[in-house]
């Protein structure tokens, strides 16, 4: 059974850093797309930032320059790096995964990841 588990969430100030971590069991790294997906209260879950298994990384517009999503495949790990937070980045983040052939696309699309977590909340103050 595939298990998503994520890690790091916490509450910051606006323009500090978080890392998140997402590992997993029984799953194979290496035949996947991962990504990281947030949802804000109120609001529809969006996508943030996927990475395929040869690095190649997509990023939603908003964390572009802010955010760096990372793969370990020998702990089975995914990471997201998360410089300069700012209020509106506020909401709970999921770890998702989908395995495919060639490549994430469409790298952000919700639909087309079957496994998830289970969420860690991060709180931006200003």
């Known amino acids: 059974q595939v298990q998503l588990v994520e890690s790091g969430g916490g509450s910051v100030q606006a323009g500090e850093s978080l890392r998140l971590s997402c590992t997993a069991s029984a799953y194979t790294f290496s035949s996947s797309c991962m990504a990281w997906f947030r949802q804000a209260p109120g609001k529809e879950r969006e996508g943030v930032a996927a990475?395929?298994?040869?690095?190649?990384?997509t990023y939603a517009d908003s964390v572009k320059g802010r955010f760096t999503i990372s793969l370990d495949n020998a702990k089975n790990s995914l990471y997201l790096q998360m410089n300069s937070l700012k209020p509106e980045d506020t909401a709970m983040y999921y770890c998702a995964a989908k395995r495919t052939a060639w490549g994430c696309n469409p790298a952000l699309l919700i639909a087309t990841y079957p496994y998830w977590g289970q969420g860690t909340q991060v709180t931006v103050s200003s």
């Open positions: 990475i395929d298994r040869n690095g190649a990384a």
